[in-house]
């Protein structure tokens, strides 16, 4: 199932430049097309650094900007060095998606969780999270109209089991969404963020099927969630349509968790 794409959504983000990570695949390669068929400039950053450069590539190939970065999110001095060459390769930023998450850390219990998969989700998804979102920072507030989203899920919202690290990081960004927009308003930067259902991408190859079942049965929309269906609100909430929409977390899920 494909988005409709109309002439006022191919211009929703014209002109404006934005950094997506994550962005070699999955959601946050959904979210680089969307981006460049909105009329933005991407710029996309991986650890996967073959995978992150072919997705630029073939963009580029389609006649639109996009520029492929290597960031690893464990990494301080890598994370600043990839907002620094952000910048550069586009001459500023309007927009940052910090989509780049650990998401393949379920699977026990909170008896069985390892310490080290705790303490690997919580730098990614957290601290990875904060300090992309600081290293932009400068850029952002030379923007005109700033925008930060963070990648989310709706699973805090109703307590998935056997996925304690993720859903306590993913909690964690909620929160610190909620605390960026009310010290970043000043700035005029919009901070929001998307919280997806369960996404048919690679990095949720490993779900059991009886979540992907639990799902979609219990959605009010009853079908399998897919890239394609998170894209549009991270376009809004980068675009001039949500200048006066900040701190807030929006679902995604096709109605499992209506809130």
Known sequence: MSRIESPQTTELLRGRKVLVTGAARGLGLEFARSIVQAGGAVVMADILADQVQAAAAELRDQGHEAHGLVVDLNDPDSIQ???????????????????????HSGGKNLEELDVDVWDDVMRINVRGTWLMSRACLPALRASQAPSIVNLASDTPMWGAPNLLAYVASKGAVMSMTRSMARELGADGITVNAVAPGLTLVEATAYVPQQRHELYENQRALQRAQLPDDVSGA??????????????????????????
């Not at 620094?84 to 780049?100: C, F, R």
């Open 234 to 259: 991270v376009t809004f909430l980068l675009s001039g349509l949500s200048r006066f929409v900040t701190g807030q977390v929006l679902a995604v899920n096709g109605g499992f968790v209506m809130h």
């Open 81 to 103: 060095a990839c907002a620094d060459s952000a910048v550069q390769a586009v001459g500023g930023l309007d927009g940052l998606v910090n989509n780049a998450a650990m998401t």
